[in-house]
């Protein structure tokens, strides 16, 4: 059904107005992890894929993955001093994971690269705040709803590891 309206300087329809809507949802839901987050999670995978525990170039990683090498090697580097990875330098070195897959959740790659996982900092876990514009949270609609974003996505992240997502072609 269209519902429609046109006089001279408005022309719209419902229809276009809904997939407009859901277009601006997916963008921004496409756009809530950052290029940053995005990468090192794709590196990770990468290196697990590998299988073996000899490390990997970044070279090698930003040509597969289409990353570019200067910013992955921050990423890298970040992810190293996080615990998650090794590095050896000179010939035959590169990164390498210090943790089985299995064991590397994605709640604690995401934390590390993006910070807190809840959209807003009055429902997060580890990096709460009040919420300056409401004055009780049990109250607010939008704190509500944001605790019940907040635990699928850890549910989603928490039932995920590296191994999971590496198993992916």
């Known amino acids: ?20 809507a859901k277009k601006s949802i997916f963008k ?5 992890l950052s290029k940053k987050t995005k990468y090192g999670i794709k590196a990770l995978a990468f290196i697990a894929k590998k299988g073996d525990k000899r490390p990997v170039q970044t070279s090698e990683i930003s040509k597969s993955e289409n990353i570019s090498q200067k910013f ?11 615990g998650f990875l090794g590095s050896k330098k000179g010939k035959g070195g590169g990164y390498y994971l210090i943790k089985e897959p299995e064991a ?3 709640t604690a790659v995401i ?5 807190p996982i809840a959209m807003v ?9 009040k919420c300056g514009d409401c004055p009780s949270e049990e109250a607010c ?4 709803l944001m605790i019940q974003v907040r635990d699928s996505t850890l549910k989603v992240l928490g039932d995920n590891t590296l191994a999971d997502i590496s198993a992916k072609k």
Do not use: D, Q, T
């Open 28 to 32: 921004y839901i496409r756009n809530m």
């Open 141 to 144: 609609s939008v704190h509500s």
């Open 121 to 129: 900092p009055c429902v997060s876990l580890n990096y709460y705040e």
């Open 104 to 106: 590397i959740k994605m």
């Open 111 to 115: 934390r590390v690269l993006e910070g």
């Open 72 to 82: 992955l090697e921050s990423i890298l580097l970040e992810l190293r001093k996080s």
């Open 1 to 20: 059904m269209v519902i429609s309206a046109n006089s001279g300087l408005f022309n719209f329809s419902l229809e276009n107005s809904i997939i407009n």
